[in-house]
């Protein structure tokens, strides 16, 4: 009798259902993810009149999108590439782009989900409202922002094998981004300073989810912020593709 | 024709040959041993035939589909259980099975799923986390996975590693019984007690290469009176134990 394929929806549904399920069984490192940001948020109450409710959200959705991709996605995919768990699947009809698609859908609802928290309570806490197209363009905003973070997650999983060194290389990353980029965003570290992080990840990101959210603001700098990020995502989303292994041996 | 077809196998790791010339068939209802020391080959064998390597040259069909132009088609077609545990150790063994069952394209209803789980004698842990398991109840959801989707080959790499004797035991029965159904096995191995008891066939493999292809008796009849096989002796008779330490040599391994 001739094998039969399964269809790839069938495949696909099966890996989602897991990895949402495995995400929700671990949602206390989930809920730290999302903390973090909406801490960020209720602590810069104050300076909401003084720098705009969007600079301050674009802010707090960045530093959560960066947990998202760096601390999140590539510790989850270096502990589970040790275990063999990638190799279990890969010996299986399962295309290894629909593994890896799998649990970026995932990633994409944490960040579905950390934006919308941040703008529930940037709302009763702090009264923040957008239009409705400013909350549509800041999703979007925030998804193509998230990608950069999460290709850059792919990069230190491809560039280090043990997960060990994975976690303590993505917290120092995570700490250099959210700290470097917020004293710097708010013009405590300098000029020089201030503009390098102005056109980093950090930058370009907190800029374009900030004109997402308030869309009259968009210019020409946050159309080459947007341009930024893209070019961004596509060279860590290149080298992290090409320097991944699925085996850690 | 057989489920596993494997000609001229080479692979290498940079200028390592880890694999040279390869050749071995495995055949409906057929356990085929792979024996070898420590970095013999075995497990570079076993990953180019599961297509997580590439060789660099060589051919490799299970059943009748090649590994390299049909995967899809050849992982669809075996089973494969793994060394090490390889499943998410937040998921349920039910949440396990019905994973697998997807991504082999199975309908699994909730009859079929305590079935299975009847089977493996799982039913009162179907809610229990993968991690949470013992070795022997790890193995078994292993095997059980292995063979959901009733592959034509059924590759297990060591698989009674670390098992106590009742488990080894019920294991190998379960070996039989997929022999029984038709199922080709390839099976690697460290244990020669379990290699004399289960296969069919046994092929030795050392330093990359194939030594001998043969039945477990036929092994030890053919290779009882070689001097090295003889001074390997420790029981006053010829075992498998024997032949294999005499045409490998027992140098340690790393």
Sequence with gaps: MPTTLPSLSTVFSSLLRADLTTQWRNRKSSILVVLVPVLILISWKGLIDKIGAAFVISNCITVGLIAIGLMGYSNSIARDRDKGIFQRLRVAPAPSWSIMASRLTVQLLMIVIMSTVLFIVGYKYDHVTFSISGYIFGFAMAVVGGAVYLSLGQVIVGLIKNPETVNATTRLVYFAFIVIGMFAELGVLGKEIGDLVKWSPYGTVKRIVSAGLEPATWNNQTTEALLLTLGYTAVFTTLGIKKFRWDSK | ?254
């Design chain 2, 1 to 254: 024709m057989p489920v596993l077809q494997v000609e001229k196998l080479n692979v290498a790791y940079g200028n390592f040959q880890a694999v040279r010339n390869v050749s071995f068939e495995v055949q409906p209802g057929e356990i085929f041993g792979l024996l070898g020391p420590n970095g013999a080959g075995k497990t570079s064998t076993l990953s180019a035939v599961e297509g997580l390597i590439k060789p660099i040259s060589g051919t490799i069909k299970v059943a009748g589909y090649s590994v390299r132009e049909e995967s899809m088609y050849a992982r669809a077609s075996m089973g494969v259980q793994l060394q090490a545990t390889s499943f998410q150790a937040e998921l349920t063994v039910s949440e396990i099975i019905r994973l697998y069952a997807g991504v082999y394209g199975l309908n699994l209803s909730k009859d079929r799923l305590e079935a299975i789980l009847s089977d493996i004698k799982l039913q009162d842990a179907a809610g229990k986390r993968y991690g949470q398991l013992s070795g022997g109840q790890q193995q078994r959801v292993s095997l059980v996975i292995a063979t959901i989707h009733e592959p034509k080959l059924v590759l297990l790499d060591e698989p009674t590693t670390g098992l106590d004797p009742q488990s080894r035991r019920q294991l190998w029965e379960r070996m039989e019984a997929m022999r029984e159904k038709g199922h080709g096995i390839l099976l690697t191995t460290h244990s020669m007690e379990e290699a004399e008891s289960v296969c069919d066939r046994i092929a030795i493999i050392d330093h990359g290469q194939v030594v001998t292809i043969d039945t477990p008796q036929a092994l030890i009849d053919s290779n009882r009176d070689r001097p090295e096989v003889v001074r390997a002796s420790r029981k006053g008779r010829i075992t498998l134990e024997d032949v294999f330490i005499g045409l490998t040599g027992n140098t340690v391994r790393s």
